[in-house]
T-cell receptor, first 112, second 112 residues
């Protein structure tokens, strides 16, 4: 059974520092991995999607890497801003049907 | 492309009552997913549809839960005889094929 873990559960950094968020999964047979952002009481916004054949994806200040063999993904957010404060969720899909299995998330606070 | 919408946004009900939620996916998205999220946890998969066909149901979806997607357009999730343990955020997502899943804002259910 696939399990997705995110450590740490919470993180606080001063503005300008780079953020490093970790995600691990127990079964390397994934179809893709996605990172989402969730603001309090809101739905999820997709940040990056990495297909199983890819090693990384980049969008602006965000970069996500994928190492299937070790069951790990890392989300890097460069030069953090207070607006980056949110919960970041990692999710894996094990087939093309798209059903996602989520980690519990990392709550990030960026202080001015 | 107006995004995924969900109604109502909030629902407060008494234990034992029935509730129904609606999800309108992005037009032409043939896949639709329901997830449930409790405080401090990531979303958990409940069920999904390919057009009007319900293809998979999680064991979390007890016989008090039923979901439909008539004509492959909007979807409804009904909970009968609600229990306090049903209190959660119910999230809907849609996608076309293997694209990113787009999530709605969610319906927050509180069972008193």
């Amino acid at each position: 059974k696939q399990e997705v873990t995110q450590i740490p559960a919470a993180l606080s950094v001063p503005e300008g520092e780079n953020l490093v968020l970790n995600c691990s999964f127990t079964d390397s047979a994934i179809y893709n991995l996605q990172w989402f952002r969730q603001d309090p009481g809101k739905g999820l916004t997709s940040l990056l999607l990495i297909q199983s054949s890819q090693r990384e994806q980049t969008s602006g200040r965000l970069n996500a890497s994928l190492d299937k063999s070790s069951g790990r993904s890392t989300l890097y957010i460069a030069a953090s801003q207070p607006g980056d404060s949110a919960t970041y969720l990692c999710a894996v899909s094990t087939d093309s049907w798209g059903k996602l299995q989520f980690g519990a998330g990392t709550q990030v606070v960026v202080t001015p | 492309d107006t995004g995924v919408s969900q109604n109502p946004r909030h629902k407060i009900t008494k234990r034992g009552q029935n509730v129904t939620f609606r999800c309108d996916p992005i037009s032409e998205h043939n896949r639709l997913y329901w997830y449930r999220q409790t405080l401090g946890q990531g979303p958990e998969f409940l069920t999904y549809f390919q057009n009007e066909a319900q293809l998979e149901k999680s064991r979390l979806l007890s016989d008090r839960f039923s979901a439909e997607r008539p004509k492959g357009s909007f979807s409804t999730l009904e909970i009968q005889r609600t229990e306090q343990g049903d209190s959660a955020m119910y999230l809907c997502a849609s996608l076309r094929t293997t694209d990113t899943q787009y999530f709605g804002p969610g319906t927050r259910l509180t069972v008193l």
